[in-house]
């Protein structure tokens, strides 16, 4: 899933002196971080495409972070912490007294309980604990609030956006005839709007800072999944009948240039898409099977997560967690430089 992004870009004028031009540049950025061999740049009215043709692209949307980590249940809790704070987050706190860290523990809280009853339910906290663990998103969005929210209401309409990204590409339409791109403005344009409508759930073609944030990471929003099996379906469907047969799939992943013998790893993947991707065997993904390719419905980090610290401190098992029973539990939650992941982290720190 892809989405523009408007950049700075400088470039000399007729008269050969430098200007900064405030226009996209054509800067096809993968809702995921850094993916290999997608960069293309629009300089002047040529648009060139850097790639690496042996590079493998991974489209397998993965958890953050925390699937990657192994939880060990010792007196260091430095997975609890990790997960509860994010990385982070979870630094600042080990270098905070014990008070300190209880005192922001239960203003943490305050703010987990999002029905206001006085009690942390499983969801709750599993529901805290995965827009911790994508907390990068909401930063990345943040940073480029402004670039879209051209007049300042805290909102970006569908017009706002297509200004800031397409403006130049509108009002200049000439320099793009020859572009072949697959990824052309003209291609990009009604994606983009279509994205947008999904992400607009209240349907008032504008976004709020939730919605935008939808829009530019949809893998990381149930109600956006259908639109990234679409897309996923859209970049690697070269012939255009709806499905992914094994060639695109292997020429998703690898550009076969120099006539040479394919790479063992490729050799692999055919095997991955007849035994895996191709549930029913027809020579070919559907989208239900893209989404069970891209999507995989395998075990569940931030509710197993969840579950582990209602159960560490559900001193009355009733399956829910009072703010008292947190904070008598804190050093599980959050750390401090009174536990030994901290002691541990600042003495790493100390020694760099």
Known sequence: AYCLL?????EKNVQGTTSTVKHPDLVLLSARTSRSGIAAL??????????KPTIRKERVLRDPELSRQAHEDNKSFQYDHEAFL??????TFDQLTPEESRDRLGKIVERIDGDGDGYITTAELKDWIKRVQKRYVYENVA???TDYDLN???????????QATYGYYLANPEEFQDDKDQFSFKKMLPRDERRFKAADLNGDNTADKEEFTSFL?????DHMKDIVVQETLEDIDKNGDGYVDEDEYIADMFSHEDGGPEPDWVKTEREQFSDFRDLNKDGKMDKDEIRHWIMPQDYDHAQAEARHLV???DQDKDQKLTKDEI??????FVGSQATNYGEDLTRSHDEL
């Open 6 to 10: 408007p950049q700075q870009h400088t």
């Open 143 to 145: 940073k480029v609030w």
């Open 311 to 313: 159960y560490e401190s």
């Open 327 to 332: 904070l008598e539990n804190w050093n599980m």
């Open 42 to 51: 629009k300089t002047g009215s040529q648009l060139k495409t850097k790639a």
């Open 152 to 162: 300042k209401d805290n909102r970006i309409s569908w017009d706002e956006y297509k």
């Open 217 to 221: 990471h949809p893998e990381e929003f």
């Open 86 to 91: 994010g990385k982070e987050e979870a630094k």
